[in-house]
């Protein structure tokens, strides 16, 4: 049997020859493997500027290594300098200079094996950083930090639900979005730890209540695997906290079994809030998906007329094993049946974070929301708790110790310190609203640039010299008589490609320099407005109506009755309150929202109105045999789609072949035959014309 490599696992009952382990010897690369793993997004960072650094070289006529070995710092200076030009739309804060230095000595020990940098160089960068950053015009404060409290949750997570600026390829992620803020808040958990839960890391469990109440309280455990690690894992500790409108407490345990952070999550008595609630969206998902391992456990109401056997402490409620591997939060893919939710794929941070701060800018917050909003929050609501220690504090967000906390989570709005210094009993809630995000809420603040401030970019000298280029390269197209697609592989389209996306990213970046300008100035013009108007007697500004979709989900409808219901006092009545939320965000993850995006980009051409919100009309149980030549099959055979969008008639017949092609033939598998999906039609599809023409088709078949 020949041996296995020494980089593969090696089984303890297996003897290598002393050959093998000479070899392995011999062959040992001290430069690869004694560098350190770092995470994705460091190894990202340092692949930038290695890349940086060998282009600076090539350009300066330089051996990368050789010069990287022996540095100096007048090359230094040279190389920061050419990188804050290269950079200069990227690299605008002063702190980040630190950041790229850092890299660069990383990615010297890399290429080089040198660990040590000369004191004197690193003595004389501080001086070079500040030259550089003066010269550059870099920004010298520090980024605004802000905190997300339990209330400006409940602010985004209304929004969420009952805004219909707030559109979603798919209506699950509504319900996915809604619940890793709230885990985000309760548990305090960076983006990647979030994403990363799968069904084998939850625990669903009955206990017996306290009280000895008849009715089991629900407790829902997860095990956080994806942690970021500080020279391998993180200490292991349970933290059992309460999801409750004030900030959670929390206890620290001893190390569980399996050496991962673990983070249990109780039912709240009489939930005055079930919006804030993290058991509805969860357990919602967990039925969606058909996830208990139960076969006859497929719904709420069967969940909580379950009972713990006598003589036991508790009734664990299992999931399906071979789930176990699958995430939680997943994304969408493009399927014939339109957009579906996919089975392996979790929900990338790049779509999360945009999601968040398109949320927050809904809501009418000034500062950005993201992940680490509310993993702040969380972290003050533990530092401001007297049953959690600053040592628990640490464990608990994966600290090394509070010098992180201090630098980069503790907020700069200090307290009621008047009430400290002059002895007098501290207006904590007033102090704690004064440091939210929610008192920044404004909906007549400018989210996006008009049609006007749109076209003033158009004509900067920048903007208007890449058009001309994109524009001559399009005629050349039109002179050689080809289109752009037929063009692939070529130097011309190549060339396209760099000038469009030259363009584009020139224009985002105008645009996004002016909104900033744009919202500056009504910051400091509309309270001067609004003085103004009130000491002149004047009614107050209306808020300007906020643009509005022409109808909503009636299963989004009954999941805001649902969830904006107030608390009761019987345990009875408290579990179909939560049955009935569960059973309104289950019929929400069903459905898809595909007409959402489109509106929103075609009302960029119109003012904005206000649209009354009613429910979809609804569909006949039974479907005519032939349907309308100018509708779509797959869209009509959906289920998971709304009734406007399954019933849309298109202007054209060719308007309804590209709708084809785009949404659901070029996500077709070739060569496999596709049922027609109209709901009383059996005929199997052998391309696009029984589509086309199903309407016709079927009526020549019944005459």
């Not at 969408?332 to 398109?358: F, H, W, Y």
């Not at 199997?684 to 005459?703: F, S, Y």
Request: charged share 25%.
């Amino acid at each position: 049997m020949a041996p296995r490599k020494y980089g593969e696992a090696v089984l303890h009952n297996i003897e290598h020859a002393p050959e093998y382990y000479q070899q392995m010897e011999n062959d040992f690369d001290v430069l690869e493997l004694t560098q350190r793993v770092y995470g994705r997004g460091s190894e990202n960072m340092l692949s930038l500027v290695k890349k940086f650094w060998y282009q600076y070289c090539q350009f300066t006529k330089k051996n990368p290594v050789a010069t990287l070995k022996d540095i100096s710092i007048n090359v230094l200076y040279a190389f920061f300098d050419w990188l804050l030009r290269e950079r200069k739309d990227r690299l605008g804060a002063a702190s980040s200079l630190q950041t790229y230095w850092n890299a660069l000595c990383l990615v010297r020990k890399q290429e080089t094996g040198c660990h040590q940098i000369d004191p004197l160089i690193k003595s004389q960068m501080h001086g070079v950083r500040q030259r550089l950053a003066n010269a550059h015009n870099l920004r010298k404060d520090k980024k605004k930090k802000p905190v997300l409290h339990a209330e400006d949750e409940f602010e985004l997570l209304k929004t969420l639900y009952t805004s219909t600026e707030t559109t979603f390829p798919h209506e699950r992620y509504r319900v996915q979005l809604a619940l890793i803020m709230q885990l985000a808040g309760i548990t305090g958990n960076r983006p990647s730890a979030l994403l990363a839960v799968c069904y084998q890391h939850i625990k669903v469990t009955l206990l017996p209540d306290p009280k000895s109440g008849e009715q089991p309280r629900v407790l829902i455990e997860i095990v956080f695997h994806h942690t970021k690690g500080y020279l391998g894992e993180k200490d292991a500790y349970v933290l059992l906290c309460y999801a409750t409108l004030a900030a959670p407490s929390a206890s620290v345990a001893i190390a569980n079994e399996h050496g991962r952070n673990e983070f249990g999550i109780p039912d709240v008595p009489n939930e005055p809030c079930l919006l804030l609630c993290p058991h509805i969206p969860l357990l919602a998902l967990l039925f969606a998906d058909q996830a208990f391992a139960a076969p006859s456990l497929n719904s709420p109401e069967q969940l909580f007329r379950l009972r713990i056997a006598p003589g036991q402490k508790q009734l664990p409620v299992p999931l399906k094993e071979e789930m176990a591997e699958r995430p939680l939060f997943r994304r969408c893919k493009n399927t014939v049946k339109g957009i579906q939710i996919s089975e392996e794929q979790a929900l990338a941070d790049s779509t999360l974070r945009p999601q968040m701060i398109n949320l927050g800018s809904i809501a009418g917050m000034e500062l950005p929301t993201g992940p680490y909003t509310f993993r702040r929050g969380n972290g003050q609501a533990l530092d401001n708790s007297n049953d959690i220690t600053d040592a628990q504090r640490n464990i608990i967000l994966q600290h090394h110790n509070s010098s992180v906390f201090q630098k980069n989570y503790a907020s700069r709005y200090m307290p009621d310190t008047q009430a400290a210094y002059r002895g007098l009993k501290p207006q904590t809630a007033l102090m704690r609203a004064a440091s939210g995000m929610s008192r920044t809420i404004d909906p007549r603040r400018p989210r996006k640039l008009n049609l006007a401030q749109q076209a003033e970019i158009d004509r900067y000298p920048d903007v208007r010299l890449l058009r001309r280029r994109l524009k001559s390269l399009l005629q050349t197209f039109q002179d050689q008589k080809r289109s752009i697609t037929s063009a692939k592989g070529t130097p011309l389209y190549h060339h396209y490609r760099q000038a469009y996306q030259a363009h584009r990213n020139l224009r985002r970046r105008h645009e996004k320099a002016l909104l900033t300008k744009v919202k500056e100035r009504y910051k400091k013009e509309q309270p001067v407005i609004d003085i103004q108007r009130q000491l002149k007697g004047l009614p107050m500004a209306e808020q300007e109506a906020l643009q509005t979709a022409e109808y909503v989900f009636e299963e989004r409808v009954h999941a805001i009755d649902a969830l904006f219901t107030f608390a009761t006092s019987s345990t009875e009545e408290e579990c179909q309150r939560r049955i009935t939320a569960i059973n309104a965000l289950i019929a929400l993850c069903k459905k898809q929202e595909i007409q959402g995006f489109r509106r929103h980009r075609a009302d960029n051409k119109f003012k904005e109105k206000q649209t009354s919100v009613s429910p979809p009309p609804n569909l006949s149980e039974t479907f005519p045999i032939e349907c309308e030549p100018t509708q779509c099959i797959f869209c009509l055979g959906n289920e998971d789609l709304s009734a406007p969008d399954r019933l849309k008639n298109f202007a054209s017949r060719g308007d309804l072949k590209k709708h084809f092609h785009r949404k659901h033939l070029r996500h077709h598998p070739d060569g496999q035959p596709i049922p027609c999906p109209h709901p009383r039609c059996d005929v199997i599809l052998n391309g696009a014309m029984h589509l086309q023409n199903h309407a016709e088709v079927v009526h020549k078949t019944r005459t």
